[in-house]
C-alpha cells in the first residue's frame, strides 16, 4: 500500500490502537497529523513517527465541538498542503448499568464518540470536497455498537450511531468520491485485559512473548493491536475504491463484514394489526426465531 502524498488525521492517536493507525498509516507513506489530551503522548507519538523519515504534526485537543474538528483539518492543510484520509478513533469509556448511570456518563462518551465523529467528519468532508480529489472516512465503531453489551448504554449506543453515519454519509459523499466506512476492531488493549475470560491468556503472552492462542485469535478474533490496522490502511488506500457504507470487523485472524439490520420475517393482515391479532401469531409467526443481543461471553477451550 502505497500512501506517499497524502495526508492522514488520527483522532485519539496518542497510544493504542490510534498510535497503531498513525505509524501504520505512517509506514505506508501518508503525513500524519496525531492527536490526543495528552500533550506528552502527542509529542511522542510525533517524534516517533518522523523518527521513521515520515512527516508529523500534533494537535492537542479534546475531540466533541467543531472547533477542535477544525483545528485539526487546518493542521493537515497548513503543514503538508491537503487532507486525505481521517481515521475517528477517540475514545473514552463511563461503564454504569443503567439505573446507576449519571446525566455526565452518558452525555461524556457520547460526545467523545459520537459527536466527534461528527464534527470531525464534517469539517474533513468539506475540505474532501473542496480539494476535488476524492477521500477516505474511517469511522471506529466497536461490537458493543453492533449487539449491545453490559454496562455500555452510552458506549453501545454512540457506537451504533458511528455505524448509522458511515452508511449515511457514504450516500452523501459518493458524487465527491469519498468513501465511508465503519471499522469493528478487537484488540489486545489495556482495556480487553481485563475481561476476566481473556486476562490469563494475554498476561501469559506479555511475559512469554509467544502469540496468543488460536482460540482467541480465530474464534473471539482477537489479537494484537499491529494485527487491526492492516484494514485501516487498506481502507486509507487506492485498493479500497468502491468500498463504502460497510462495517468491517477485524481482529486477530479473523476478517469479517457484519450484516446491516433488515426485516427478518414480515406477516401481513387486511386491515392492520390489533394487538390481539399480534398476540395470537407473534410467536408463531414473526417472533418465532427472535434475534439474540449482547456480545457472546468468550469460553477458553475446556472452560
Known sequence: MD????????????????????????????????????????????ADIASAGVRAAGVVAAVGDSEAAQRLVDTAVREFGRLDVLVTNAGILRDRVLWKMTDEDFDAVVRVHLRATFTCARAAAIRMREQGTGGRLVLI???????????????????????????????????????????????ATEMTKTIPAFAPAIAESERTGEPLPDWLRKH?????????????????????????????????????????????????????WSADAIAERWHGGVGAEPETYGIPAPHAPGA
Open 3 to 46: 500512501l506517499h502524498g497524502r495526508t492522514a488525521v488520527v483522532t485519539g492517536s496518542g497510544r493504542g490502537l490510534g498510535l497503531g493507525y498513525a505509524r501504520a498509516l505512517a509506514a505506508a507513506g501518508a503525513s500524519v497529523v496525531v492527536n490526543d489530551i495528552d500533550a506528552d503522548a502527542v509529542d511522542a507519538a510525533v
Open 220 to 272: 473471539e478474533g482477537l489479537g494484537t493491536v499491529d494485527d487491526v490496522t492492516g484494514l485501516i490502511t487498506f481502507l486509507a488506500s487506492d485498493a479500497s475504491q468502491g468500498v463504502t457504507g460497510q462495517a468491517i470487523g477485524i481482529g486477530g485472524d479473523r476478517l469479517a463484514l457484519w450484516a446491516h439490520p433488515k426485516e427478518k420475517a414480515v406477516a401481513f393482515a387486511d386491515g392492520g
Open 141 to 187: 465503531s466497536s461490537p458493543a455498537g453492533q449487539r449491545g453489551n453490559f454496562g455500555q448504554t452510552n458506549y453501545a449506543a454512540a457506537k451504533a450511531g458511528v455505524v448509522a453515519m458511515a452508511r449515511t454519509w457514504a450516500m452523501e459523499l459518493a458524487k465527491a468520491d469519498i468513501t465511508v466506512n465503519a471499522v469493528v476492531p478487537v484488540a
